[in-house]
Nanobody, 124 residues
Framework: QVQLVESGGGLVQAGGSLRLSCAAS????????MGWFRQAPGKEREFVAV?????????YAADSVKGRFTISRDDAKNTVYLQMNSLKPEDTAVYYC????????????????WGQGTQVTVSS
């Protein structure tokens, strides 16, 4: 059974940084693309970033996070990270980790396993 457990969320002031972690179990981690999505109150879940199998490539949501967020993975620890810098109040959301058997994916429907989410709140 695949389990994804996010951690690292919290309350931070605008301009601050947070690093989210997602620990995975029950899957051959290096064979999965790992993604981060977020969902703000009253809004649909949206793609944030993805890293391919073995970290060969990455992709980010255009404009909204590119240049501020960095996704990385440590296959030895079965963990994927999201480093978030220069946070803005509009980054406030529940952040979800997800796993896809595809080499690289950005669509929600391509991810079959999801974590429970971690709350990120950015105050102005």
């Amino acid at each position: 059974q695949v389990q994804l457990v996010e951690s690292g969320g919290g309350l931070v002031q605008a301009g601050g940084s947070l690093r989210l972690s997602c620990a995975a179990s029950g899957l051959t981690f290096s064979n999965y693309a790992m993604g981060w999505f977020r969902q703000a109150p009253g809004k649909e879940r949206e793609f944030v970033a993805v890293i391919s199998w073995r970290g060969y490539s990455t992709s980010y949501a255009a404009d909204s996070v590119k240049g501020r967020f960095t996704i990385s993975r440590d296959d030895a620890k079965n963990t994927v990270y999201l480093q978030m810098n220069s946070l803005k109040p509009e980054d406030t959301a529940v952040y979800y980790c997800a796993a896809s058997p595809l080499r690289l994916a950005t669509k929600i429907e391509d991810f079959g396993s999801w974590g429970q989410g971690t709350q990120v709140t950015v105050s102005s």
